[in-house]
């Protein structure tokens, strides 16, 4: 849902600022510097935040107690998808048996009849809603793979516990393609004091509940 006339949407300016910071990050590859009005604009905006309830608000002078977020996507600055950053966060959190309770309900939900709706009005049924199964995979790799991409490297650090019945998360191939277009980008990888070349078929097997540091062997910008 979209508010008209609002100020400093959190959204809005989340999106603005990532937009800004990822050109910064970049801009060393193709040897250009970005103004530094952008940056000025990534450095001031503004985030409405409400210290007494402790959530971020959807836009400046939101009333939390008597307005209804219908949109989560909109105040969540994360994971689109409400059931698979809830997942993410009782992971972070630790907290497996809210986990287990949580994505078992969502998978059941992906395979099953999914009333979509628009707002508050029920428009029709759709099997396999594509945004609620991308939710639920996103659960997985994020979640119980626990994948951060970051600008430089490829962290995995899978957690200590899976869901009930699951031995051991198996990831299958790593496409890399540098900045030139080429496939030839070399990769070291980095687990607790071992540091070593990624090579081509590399299989790598490590304990769960560690860190698994992939990044390319030249660093992005020198």
Known sequence: MHNLSKNNSVFTDAVTSISLELVNLVSCTIQKSVPQAWLNIIKNLHFPFDDIAQIQLEYENF???NSTIKQADAVLRG?????????IGFIELKDFNETEKLIRRFYKT??????????STILWDDVNFITGVGGFLQAVLFGYDDIRLKMDELDIKPPARLLNHSNAPILYGLNV????????????YQH??????????????????????IR???????
């Not at 607790?192 to 540091?213: E, G």
């Not at 390319?216 to 020198?222: A, G, M, Q, R």
């Open 192 to 213: 607790a004091q071992q540091t070593d070349t990624f090579h081509v078929n590399d299989v790598l097997s490590f304990l769960m509940d560690t860190n698994l540091i």
């Open 110 to 119: 992906c395979l099953t009849t999914v009333q979509r709706m628009n707002r």
């Open 79 to 87: 994971f689109p998808s409400m059931e698979s950053m809830h997942t």
């Open 63 to 65: 009333n939390s107690k």
């Open 177 to 188: 393609r540098a900045f030139d277009g080429s496939n030839s980008q070399s990769l070291v």
């Open 216 to 222: 390319p062997t030249t660093p992005l910008c020198l």
